[in-house]
Each structure stands twice: as structure tokens, then as C-alpha cells.
């Protein structure tokens, strides 16, 4: 199972938007609505900020967000905040009935 | 609160063995998969196996099928993940998660991760 496909980084200025995509295949982003998205700091344990593509659990601000079209989803990140800088990785669950990530994209707010 | 401790990381040659352990606390051990992921130095996430409330249910990654077992005591609330035929490659920092809502492939609680080191 290969991993799921993100850009390395991508930046963004305190109060903009941005928008990171993560391609899978139709045997796993395309086949289900089973993604989610991480964010990590560097140094410390991952955590879950979206699941089932759109879906966010208690106590993470809306200003996170998840879509889906075909083999790729994206997390977006509105009104950019400092403490947003981090990287973040997307996963799905597969026909396999396995899990895969993606590569990870390193978010710098500058 | 929930917490997961992992335990026995650690340096090991080619070839050997180790046994990884995560001790669960504050929730109904028993009612929830349980999976382990793996970091590699500088590098992304990578799923490595899951396991059923009931310990039934076990699913692999390609990269360690035939080489980790993934098991667990419920009486004890410890979580095992048993490596052999450990390769370079096989370096990382290994964490436990326990899955968020109804479905084991969503992680809402980690541990600190235990480091493994395969090296000679």
C-alpha cells in the first residue's frame, strides 16, 4: 500500500487560508468516506483533527475543515493562527482493511 | 482522563527481537481497538497494526506481516506488540492509540511514543 500523496510544505500569513491536499486512490481516499487529517508539533504525539472527511472532534475550532472529490481530499485552514504551525498528515482506510497516510505537509505561518 | 504509556523501546541489532508495551488507563480497555503507529526519524506516519476489543480481529501492514504480532491482556490493560527479524528500516518511534468513536481507523488518543533503534 503506497502512501497517500501531499506537497511537502505550504505557507501562509497570519488570517489567510490555506489549503492542503492529499491524493489517494480508488482503492482507498476514492472507495470511502474514511479520511481524517492530523496535525503534530514538532516534538509531540500526534492529534486527530478531522475525521470521516468533513467531521471535527469536540474542542477543535472550526476554523478546521475537510472536504473530498474523487481520490483527493483536502484539510483547510482558515484565518491562519501561529499556533497552527505544524505538520499535518492525512490517512484513509483502505479495501485492505488497513490504514495509510500520507507523507506529510510541513505548515509554516509566516 | 485517558492514558497510554508505551514501553520497552530500545537499541537492538538486525535480526533481533523486542516487545513493545502500552498501559492503558482511564477508560474500559476492553471496549476499544487498539493499533500501534510508527515514525521513523524525520519522517511521516505509518500505520503498523490493529487489534479488536476481544483480541480476535489482528490487520498488518505489509512492511512487518510475518515479522510483529500485535496482542493484548485485558485483565491487565496492556496492549503488546511483539517485533522479530527487526530491520534497519524498522527504526522509529512507535506509539499507541486507541480509536475515536465507532470506527478503529480514526486515532483520538496517542501516547508519547517508545523509541526503537535497529542498529549494529
Known amino acids: 500500500q503506497s502512501a497517500l500523496t501531499q506537497p511537502p510544505s505550504v505557507s501562509g500569513s497570519p488570517g489567510q487560508s490555506v489549503t492542503i491536499s492529499c491524493t489517494g486512490t480508488?482503492?482507498?481516499?476514492?472507495?470511502?468516506?474514511?479520511v481524517s487529517w492530523y496535525q503534530q508539533p514538532p516534538g509531540t504525539a500526534p492529534k486527530l483533527m478531522i475525521y470521516?472527511?468533513?467531521s471535527r472532534p469536540s474542542g477543535v475550532p472550526d476554523r478546521f475543515s475537510g472536504s473530498k472529490s474523487g481520490n483527493t481530499a483536502a484539510l483547510t485552514i482558515s484565518g491562519l493562527q501561529a499556533e497552527d504551525e505544524a505538520d499535518y498528515y492525512c490517512?484513509?482506510?483502505?479495501?485492505?482493511?488497513?490504514?495509510?497516510f500520507g507523507g506529510g505537509t510541513k505548515l509554516t505561518v509566516l | 482522563e485517558v492514558q497510554l504509556v508505551e514501553s520497552g523501546g530500545g537499541l537492538v541489532q538486525p535480526g533481533g527481537s523486542l516487545r513493545l508495551s502500552c498501559t492503558a488507563s482511564?477508560?474500559?480497555?476492553?471496549?476499544?481497538?487498539m493499533s500501534w503507529v510508527r515514525q521513523a526519524p524525520g519522517k511521516g506516519l505509518e500505520w503498523v497494526s490493529v487489534?479488536?476489543?476481544?483480541?480476535?480481529?489482528?490487520y498488518y501492514a505489509d512492511s512487518v506481516k510475518g515479522r510483529f504480532t500485535i496482542s493484548r491482556d485485558n485483565p491487565k490493560n496492556t496492549l503488546y506488540l511483539q517485533m522479530s527479524s527487526l530491520r534497519a528500516e524498522d527504526t522509529a518511534i512507535y506509539y499507541c492509540?486507541?480509536?475515536?468513536?465507532?470506527?478503529?481507523?480514526?486515532?483520538?488518543?496517542w501516547g508519547q511514543g517508545t523509541p526503537v533503534t535497529v542498529s549494529s
Open positions: 487489534i479488536s476489543g476481544n483480541g480476535i480481529n489482528t
Open positions: 480508488s482503492s482507498d481516499i476514492g472507495s470511502y468516506n474514511r
Open positions: 492509540a486507541r480509536k475515536y468513536g465507532n470506527d478503529w481507523f480514526y486515532f483520538g488518543y
Open positions: 482511564g477508560f474500559t480497555f476492553s471496549n476499544y481497538a
Open positions: 470521516e472527511v468533513t
Open positions: 490517512s484513509s482506510y483502505t479495501s485492505s482493511n488497513t490504514l495509510v
